[in-house]
């Protein structure tokens, strides 16, 4: 059964990567939260999609370059609505807090390798159910350095599906990806939507014993075709594709 899994949270109706978002996604019925990590200067992993903090908040700091003591005083809910003052960055741990027993957590990696080691410790001391957990990222070697370590863990490798500037359609060759998979021992692979993206290419994989994910799906018809398909989780902004 495909999963309906919430991008960055409930991020329609909340500001994307809080606490709120999650807890509101998990509300309405989402089969899980997705959200971004990165390791700060005091090596803390917090919940944010950017490098920097412009984007959520009125203050730009660099999340590499600044503490965790420095990231939680700025605000980064108003921007989103007033509702949300005071919303504040989280923690990876104040995430694992909030999640319940059955629900899945897709936790991307957006440091480099170094956040690894910081990662595998907060997991391994944490009460959470490794197997709610799927470790995503477009860093092939931040999933494989997961797998030598943590074998137990769930990795997906993210791929974006666009034939764009210099990029090859032959870059996206099922057989040269299959290759990938098994030489970082990943269980899976995440991609977004192509023109290309067919029953027959997905299923190169699922035949292979591999999940396919996909992202980011916002339209019914198009999450009824792939879940028609079988798709192992469909990851959206909205959760209006559960009315399918």
């Not at 917090?46 to 490098?51: A, E, G, R």
């Not at 990696?109 to 170094?114: D, G």
């Amino acid at each position: 059964m495909t999963m309906i899994i919430a991008h960055r949270g409930l991020s329609t109706e909340s500001p994307e990567n809080t606490l709120s978002a999650f807890r509101l996604a998990m509300a309405k019925g989402a089969d899980g939260i997705e959200g971004d990590f990165h390791l700060t200067k005091d090596k803390q992993i917090v919940c944010i999609h950017d490098t920097h903090t412009a984007r959520v908040a009125n203050t730009r700091l660099i999340i590499k370059d600044s503490t965790l003591a420095q990231l939680k005083k700025l605000d980064v809910g108003c921007w989103f609505n007033s509702r949300f003052k005071n919303e504040r960055i989280p923690t990876l741990e104040e995430v694992l807090a909030i999640l319940p027993p059955e629900k899945k957590f897709f936790l991307e990696i957006k440091s480099n390798s170094e956040i690894v080691p910081y990662l595998l410790k907060i997991l391994k001391n944490s009460n959470i159910n490794l197997n709610q957990l799927v470790i995503i990222s477009f860093n092939s070697r931040n999933l494989q350095y997961i797998k030598q370590e943590m074998p137990e863990l769930k990795t997906i490798l993210l791929l974006s599906l666009k034939t764009i500037n210099s990029i090859k359609l032959s870059n996206f060759l099922a057989e040269k990806l299959l290759k990938k998979l098994a030489k970082i021992k990943a269980d899976g692979i995440s991609t977004s939507v192509s023109h290309f993206l067919t029953k027959h290419y997905i299923y190169q994989f699922i035949s292979k014993g591999y999940e396919y994910h996909l992202w980011t799906i916002d339209n019914k018809k198009t999450a009824e075709q792939f879940i028609k398909i079988g798709v192992n989780s469909i990851t959206t902004n909205t959760l209006r594709i559960i009315e399918l």
